[in-house]
T-cell receptor, first 112, second 113 residues
Framework: DAKTTQPNSMESNEEEPVHLPCNHSTISGTDYIHWYRQLPSQGPEYVIHGLTSNVNNRMASLAIAEDRKSSTLILHRATLRDAAVYYCILRPLGGSNYKLTFGKGTLLTVNP | KAGVTQTPRYLIKTRGQQVTLSCSPISGHRSVSWYQQTPGQGLQFLFEYFSETQRNKGNFPGRFSGRQFSNSRSEMNVSTLELGDSALYLC????????????FGQGTRLTVV
């Protein structure tokens, strides 16, 4: 499985933007970049995913480097409810391997 | 539509016993995956089923097993429980391809005493 590298922790202030980086230098051409987050005492929650182009949804934006070896999850205005562990995961498009391989993720702390 | 439902939410078992956990995926989802989460090891993949067939298995002993029924509901079983099996067990369902998201249940918190 292709590996991702994320900082162990990051801190932000409420109402400010947050940029969460992820390196995936061994990504293959058919790997989608997925982001999930896990709030305390809950199961992981899907945030966003993309292949090559930048993506936006109501929760966040995903900026993907041109060479696809890194990506950044952008929370435009952090709230206290965004405090969670954020996981960057590579998921192949096809084949029979649908599992998600979680790393340690980034623990995001949001200060009021 | 209803999300992924895991039952029970909490369970306390004694060493040596066995346990069965249940997962009902989102309607229409044919892929169900199971994960174990512990403070020390994080989220680890257990196994994944698609249309009643196990497609992938993680690095866990044979005491951990699972199955999927024709309605896509899945169960996982742990036999001869050990203290180290205490964990949050999470189930996720998806349509089954890389460009779709996985939806997780709230998990079953298993405590082995």
């Amino acid at each position: 499985d292709a590996k991702t590298t994320q900082p162990n922790s990051m801190e932000s202030n409420e109402e400010e933007p947050v940029h969460l980086p992820c390196n995936h230098s061994t990504i293959s051409g058919t790997d989608y970049i997925h982001w999930y987050r896990q709030l305390p005492s809950q199961g992981p929650e899907y945030v966003i995913h993309g292949l090559t182009s930048n993506v936006n949804n109501r929760m966040a934006s995903l900026a993907i480097a041109e060479d696809r070896k890194s990506s950044t999850l952008i929370l435009h205005r952090a709230t206290l409810r965004d405090a969670a562990v954020y996981y960057c995961i590579l998921r192949p498009l096809g084949g029979s391997n649908y599992k998600l391989t979680f790393g340690k993720g980034t623990l995001l702390t949001v200060n009021p | 539509k209803a999300g992924v439902t895991q039952t029970p939410r909490y369970l306390i078992k004694t060493r040596g016993q066995q346990v069965t956990l249940s997962c009902s995926p989102i309607s229409g989802h044919r892929s169900v995956s199971w994960y174990q989460q512990t403070p020390g090891q994080g989220l680890q993949f257990l196994f994944e089923y698609f249309s009643e067939t196990q497609r992938n298995k993680g690095n866990f002993p044979g005491r951990f097993s699972g199955r999927q029924f024709s309605n896509s509901r899945s169960e996982m079983n742990v036999s001869t429980l050990e203290l180290g099996d205490s964990a949050l067990y999470l189930c996720a369902s998806s349509l089954g391809v890389g460009n779709t998201e996985a939806f997780f249940g709230q998990g079953t918190r298993l405590t082995v005493v």
